[in-house]
């Protein structure tokens, strides 16, 4: 069992940064595979990057590629997004996931989510 809270995020201008933090706990976090989702308001959730348990494999999703950045600090079992550039379509919940493997996250275990608001 893992446990997952999010925070970090807030309201931003257009062209701002924010960086959200999810803190992983339970049994044995750093062994999880972790990734972002996020879901805008009438829309069905979306994947936004992930990474694998070592650190070694990372992928985004093509609309925030070169603007945001994933990472996690196994001392600390955090997971992190660096949310740079931020555009009004980047507006949703984010949540954090976790999962045994890469293919696994979605149907691992959940965060409550993280409310970002881009202003134009």
């Known amino acids: 069992q893992v446990q997952l809270v999010e925070s970090g995020g807030g309201l931003v201008q257009t062209g701002g940064s924010l960086r959200l933090s999810c803190a992983a706990s339970?049994?044995?976090?750093?062994?999880?595979?972790m990734g972002w989702f996020r879901q805008a308001p009438g829309k069905e959730r979306e994947f936004v990057a992930h990474?694998?348990?070592?650190?070694?494999?990372?992928r985004y999703a093509d609309s925030v590629k070169g603007r945001f950045t994933i990472s996690r600090d196994y001392a600390k079992n955090m997971m992190y997004l660096q949310m740079n550039s931020l555009k009004p379509e980047d507006t949703a919940v984010y949540y954090c996931a976790a999962g045994r493997s890469l293919v696994t996250i979605q149907t691992g275990y959940w965060g409550q989510g993280t409310q970002v608001t881009v202003s134009s």
């Open positions: 990474i694998d348990w070592s650190g070694a494999s990372i």
């Open positions: 339970g049994r044995a976090p750093s062994s999880y595979a």
